[in-house]
């Protein structure tokens, strides 16, 4: 089993940055797909951003496109996601997963979830 922790989220006025930081442990990450994604109140989860863990394709939801960025250090275990010129819209509680053999788009496709962390954005 893999164990995903993250950080880095918090509360930062539009136009701000954070990074948010994904830990993983408990197994070998290198054939993963690492993926981000967020759930605001009452919406579904929606997919924002995924690399494979070896290889660095990285893919984004038009949403963020441009503004984050998904990255991994391999010999530390851990995703991060950049995110910059942040917008209100932006609020919600992200989730690092990760699949183990596919990438994909929606929040079945991945088989590990971290705990989530609070992203609020105020205007």
């Known amino acids: 089993q893999v164990q995903l922790v993250e950080s880095g989220g918090g509360l930062v006025q539009a136009g701000g940055s954070l990074r948010l930081s994904c830990a993983a442990s408990g197994r070998t990450f290198s054939s993963y797909v690492m993926g981000w994604f967020r759930q605001a109140p009452g919406k579904e989860r929606e997919f924002v951003a995924a690399i494979r863990w070896s290889g660095g394709s990285t893919y984004y939801a038009d949403s963020v496109k441009g503004r984050f960025t998904i990255s991994r250090d391999n010999a530390k275990n851990t995703g991060y996601l950049q995110m910059n010129s942040l917008k209100p819209e932006d609020t919600a509680v992200y989730y690092c997963?990760?699949?183990?053999?596919?990438?994909?788009?929606?929040?079945?496709?991945?088989?590990?979830w971290g705990q989530g962390t609070q992203v609020t954005v105020s205007s």
């Open positions: 997963a990760a699949s183990r053999t596919i990438l994909g788009t929606t929040p079945g496709t991945y088989d590990y």
